[in-house]
């Protein structure tokens, strides 16, 4: 069974941090490009982050060196640290996979071929 989850979303304080975890079972996640994103209310779901099954990342323009993502292929997981939240982050954020195979770039969410439920972050003032 194929599984993407999702997990450590919540409140942060503006100007604080928070780390978001993805679990993907039921592949082989080494021959998988991962990637982040997000959806605010009334928004389109917009690019956050992304990472190759070798390591090479790539950011959403308006990230600024905020957030890193990273991969531990060893525990099939893919991480989404966020350093200095600002109020624009509340969103729900969603943890996507893709086959190496199949080619093309990681910034539209609709080349993936899974995707978890998402985990909600909120940025308070």
């Known amino acids: 069974q194929v599984q993407l989850v999702e997990s450590g979303g919540g409140v942060v304080e503006a100007g604080g941090s928070l780390t978001l975890s993805c679990a993907f079972s039921?592949?082989?996640?080494?021959?998988?490009?991962m990637g982040w994103f997000r959806q605010a209310p009334g928004l389109e779901r917009e690019f956050v982050a992304g990472?190759?099954?070798?390591?090479?990342?790539y950011y959403g323009n308006f990230v600024n060196d905020r957030f890193t993502i990273d991969r531990d292929n060893a525990k099939n997981t893919v991480t989404l640290q966020m350093n200095n939240r600002k109020v624009g982050d509340r969103a729900i954020y969603y943890c996507?996979?893709?086959?190496?195979?199949?080619?093309?770039?990681?910034?539209?969410?609709?080349?993936?071929?899974?995707w978890g439920q998402g985990t909600q972050v909120t940025v308070s003032t």
């Open positions: 996507e996979g893709k086959g190496c195979p199949r080619g093309g770039g990681l910034r539209a969410s609709d080349e993936y071929d899974y």
């Open positions: 990472i190759e099954w070798h390591s090479l990342r």
């Open positions: 039921g592949v082989d996640f080494n021959s998988y490009n």
